[in-house]
Nanobody, 127 residues
Framework: QVQLVESGGGLVQAGGSLRLSCAPSGRTFSRYTMGWIRQAPGKEREFVAAISRSSSIKYYADSVKGRFTISGGNAQNTVYLQMSSLKPEDTAVYYC????????????????????WGKGTLVTVSS
């Protein structure tokens, strides 16, 4: 069983930056594709970014490409989401996710089958 613990959320002004972290409890990340998925109030869950088991492949949603960077995983045993140029529409609860079968791309295409989820961390971007 993989338990994922997110941290780093908070309140930031538009144009600012935040870094989210995700650390596992009880396991290492080396076997898992890791990702970040968010859910804004009243909206459906949305894929944000994913990183492969080897940390060599990264996949992003078009809405965050060029602004967000996913890193870590594998030997580092912590996955990060560096968020820059934040917009009010980035406001959401951000969930760390892990899956042993998914690739970074398939995690982006279908979040329904992800095996493990963190409890989420709230990011609020004020205008």
């Amino acid at each position: 069983q993989v338990q994922l613990v997110e941290s780093g959320g908070g309140l930031v002004q538009a144009g600012g930056s935040l870094r989210l972290s995700c650390a596992p409890s009880g396991r290492t990340f080396s076997r898992y594709t890791m990702g970040w998925i968010r859910q804004a109030p009243g909206k459906e869950r949305e894929f944000v970014a994913a990183i492969s088991r080897s940390s060599s492949i990264k996949y992003y949603a078009d809405s965050v490409k060029g602004r967000f960077t996913i890193s870590g995983g594998n030997a580092q045993n912590t996955v990060y989401l560096q968020m820059s140029s934040l917009k009010p529409e980035d406001t959401a609860v951000y969930y760390c996710a892990a899956d042993v079968m998914a690739t970074a791309q398939t995690m982006g295409q279908n979040t329904n089958g992800i095996s493990y989820w963190g409890k989420g961390t709230l990011v609020t971007v004020s205008s």
